[in-house]
Structure formats: structure tokens, C-alpha cells
Nanobody, 122 residues
Framework: QVQLVESGGGLVQAGGSLRLSCAAS????????MGWFRQAPGKEREFVAA????????VYADSVKGRFTISRDNAKNTVNLQMNSLKPEDTAVYYC???????????????WGQGTQVTVSS
């Protein structure tokens, strides 16, 4: 089992920034990739970004490319999502996830955090 705890969500004005963090514990050696997903009200959960623990390979959704940056701290088993130039359409619950493969689909991830709310006001 891998336990994931997100933090850093909140309310920000459009154009502002927020930094989300995800702390992983438990059987973290079984994790190859860490991803961030989000779910807006009335919408399906969607992929945001992912990073591998080894090598730090990253992938981003087109909607956040150039504005969001995912990073990892292997020593602390922590993954961060720096979100800049936020837009109202970025408003969602953001989830951290751990998977054994690099992928963009929910099915690629085995463990999920409880989510943290990000609200961007216009």
C-alpha cells in the first residue's frame, strides 16, 4: 500500500499561483510514476501532469503546459505541482496518484490521495 496526502490547495485570483504538494508513504518503492489529476464540478476526472521517480521524466496535459510544473523530491518522497497563471477553468479538486507505469489514464494509477480543492476566482 502507498499512502498519499495532498496539501497546498486554496483560493486564488486569476493570474495567481499555487503550489500543491503530495507526500507519499508506505511501499513507495513499488511506485514508478506520480501523477496529478483534477476533477471539476460536473466533469470527469482528467489528467494534469505526471513524473517518474527515476529520471524525472515528465508529461503534461495540453491545457496546463507552460503554466504548471511538476517536480519530485526523492529524499522526501514528495511530489509538487507548481501552478502559475491560474485561470478560473483550473478550479477543481486536485488528486495525487501513484502508479507502476507512466500513463495519462486513471487506470495506470493504483493509489490515490483524498484530494485538495483549488478555486480560481475571476
Amino acid at each position: 500500500q502507498v499512502q498519499l496526502v495532498e496539501s497546498g490547495g486554496g483560493l486564488v485570483q486569476a493570474g495567481g499561483s499555487l503550489r500543491l504538494s503530495c507526500a507519499a508513504s508506505g511501499r513507495t518503492f513499488s511506485s514508478y510514476t506520480m501523477g496529478w489529476f483534477r476533477q471539476a464540478p460536473g466533469k470527469e476526472r482528467e489528467f494534469v501532469a505526471a513524473i517518474t521517480w527515476v529520471g524525472g521524466w515528465t508529461v503534461y496535459a495540453d491545457s496546463v503546459k507552460g503554466r504548471f510544473t511538476i517536480s519530485r523530491d526523492n529524499a522526501k518522497n514528495t511530489v509538487n505541482l507548481q501552478m502559475n497563471s491560474l485561470k478560473p477553468e483550473d478550479t477543481a479538486v486536485y488528486y495525487c496518484a501513484s502508479g507502476r507505469v507512466m500513463g495519462l489514464l486513471e487506470a495506470h494509477y493504483d493509489y490515490w490521495g483524498q484530494g485538495t480543492q483549488v478555486t480560481v476566482s475571476s
